[in-house]
């Protein structure tokens, strides 16, 4: 029976920056369009943690009944380290969507977006048909083009849209540098478990580019959010704030072109994840600027 302390590990927190990122993002574009509503950026939260831990135990579930989990560098899987039942890590998954779908119409009854409701169903199926069903998508390469999708520009333009209306050009850049740093998470993973997936089957972007690829792979996901910032500095100089996360960017391509690998990965992951909330931040700063300066 699974501790406390392995739930929680279960649920992967080192991911939670991912989720919030894309709310700090879009709250700071509303605060730039002149409207501050605490209250719906508390809801778009929710809803985005929510879909996170979600799809975490999702996977732990769907990985974990196919075998996919049982030889693993990564952090604790519930279910393919047999420390938890599978129906039970389902049940949480599902859980957690349903916490996500509630605090999500909540979010378009307050916003009258009700077109959001299908992007929501939409956002909870890729959730977890990202390894789940027969035919899962994360297992044909096609991860990081969801992850791009929901947490760039669903993500981000999505807090816009039910805060302060349509987005700006300058939000709508923003939404892109955030879906491709996020990519730059799961790159890092798939880049670590490259081996073990190889071997089960799992054909991930990774396996399909091979180490070398991937890793240029990574190192553009990471650098091309800062040229962007420095494009919309051009247009609004407080975007350049993004620039300040230049030297942790520096620092995490510097490890992955020198050949970073298992457990080391698991540390460059993390620090992503960093990059992503800092980057995400300093650029919400600068969008609420923008009106201001």
Do not use: H
Not at 29 to 34: D, E, P, R, T
Not at 48 to 73: C, K, M, P, Q, W
Not at 205 to 234: E, I, K, M, Q, W
């Amino acid at each position: 029976m699974a501790t406390i302390a392995q739930w929680i590990e279960g649920a992967r927190p080192r991911t939670l920056p991912t989720a919030i990122s894309p709310v700090v993002a879009g709250t700071g574009a509303a605060i730039g369009a002149g409207v501050v509503a605490p209250g719906r950026a508390v809801l778009a939260l929710i809803v985005a943690i929510a879909l996170v831990v979600g799809v975490n135990f999702a996977n732990d579930y769907s990985d974990g009944i196919r075998g996919t989990d049982d030889e693993r560098v990564g952090p604790l899987r519930l279910v393919g380290s047999k420390v938890a039942e599978p129906t039970t890590v389902r049940a949480i998954a599902i859980v957690s969507f349903s916490i996500a779908g509630l605090a999500g119409l909540t979010l378009v009854s307050l916003s009258r977006q009700w077109w959001l409701i299908a992007v929501g169903v939409v956002c909870i199926a890729g959730a977890w048909f990202y390894t789940g069903g027969k035919r899962p998508y994360g297992y044909s390469g096609l991860g990081e083009v969801a992850v791009f999708v929901f947490f760039g520009p669903i993500g981000v333009l999505g807090t816009v849209i039910t805060q302060s209306g349509p987005p700006t050009a300058l939000a709508v850049v923003t939404s892109v540098g955030v879906g491709m740093i996020t990519c730059a998470v799961l790159v890092a993973n798939n880049l670590r478990d490259i081996p073990s997936d190889t071997v089960v089957g799992k054909r991930t972007l990774a396996v399909v580019l091979g180490d070398a690829d991937t890793r240029r792979l990574y190192v553009a996901l990471v650098t091309v959010p800062l040229l962007l910032s420095a494009l919309a500095g051009l247009r609004s100089w407080p975007m350049l704030f993004g620039l300040l996360a230049l030297p942790l960017a520096v620092a995490l391509t510097r490890q992955v072109l020198s050949g970073a690998d298992g457990r080391k990965l698991i540390r460059v992951l993390a620090q992503t994840s960093v990059l992503l909330l800092v980057w995400s931040a300093l650029t919400a700063v600068g969008l609420g600027l923008g009106q201001i300066v």
